[in-house]
């Protein structure tokens, strides 16, 4: 029988694993195996496009371990991602250590915010985009012509609710984080 959520599931478990693959790729293969790690953030950031929707599709109505923990798994590739590109000569570790360091203070200090999770992850996938552009403009492109197609894509959806709901989760934190803090 068909079930829409192990589906799901199954692509946001094989997105975490990807994550794996990428620091396995920079240990083994370092900067020659940058084409790859594109390829694989092009396959991780479509699973991540679709796995939700098709959860949404399924006919049995209740929340997965691995759906609600879809954040850390993504948060969990951008890390591999990391470690790849420090593997890889193109980061450097004191750098990437310090920026963890400062990553799980803020988390430490304020909480798994669904988004300060999503802004973590921002700066690398930025510098990513700018290495592969860099060091491979093909490669580069296509990760540019990925992201125009998902916006145009999701575009209903993209400017009416994801931007809108990161900006208002931004401001909702900024404005409520003290009384995180009286929390804690």
């Not at 092009?42 to 879809?70: E, L």
């Not at 963890?100 to 700066?123: D, E, K, Y």
């Not at 809108?164 to 931004?170: A, E, L, Q, R, T």
Request: hydrophobic share 55%.
């Amino acid at each position: 029988m068909f079930n829409a959520k192990l589906i799901a599931d199954f692509v946001t478990l094989f997105r975490g694993m990807l994550g794996f693959g990428l620091v396995w790729l920079g240990i083994t293969e370092g900067g020659e195996g940058l084409q790859t790690a594109v390829i694989i953030m092009i396959v991780a950031w479509t699973g991540d496009a679709i796995d939700g929707k098709i959860a949404r599709r399924s006919r049995k109505n209740y929340q997965s371990w691995i759906g609600t923990h879809d954040l850390e798994i993504d948060m969990a590739v951008s890390c591999g991602l990391l470690v790849y590109l420090v593997t890889a000569g193109y980061l450097n570790i004191w750098f990437a250590s310090f920026y963890i360091i400062l990553w799980t203070f803020i988390f430490w200090r304020w909480r798994n915010v669904r988004v300060l999770g999503m802004l973590s992850q921002a700066p690398i996938y930025a510098y990513f985009i700018l290495i592969s552009l860099i060091e491979l403009p093909n490669m580069g492109v296509w990760i540019l012509a990925w992201i125009v197609i998902a916006v145009i894509i999701t575009w209903p959806q993209f400017p009416k609710v994801i931007v809108p709901g990161f900006i208002d989760g931004m401001r909702e934190f900024l404005i409520n984080y003290r009384n995180l803090d009286n929390d804690r």
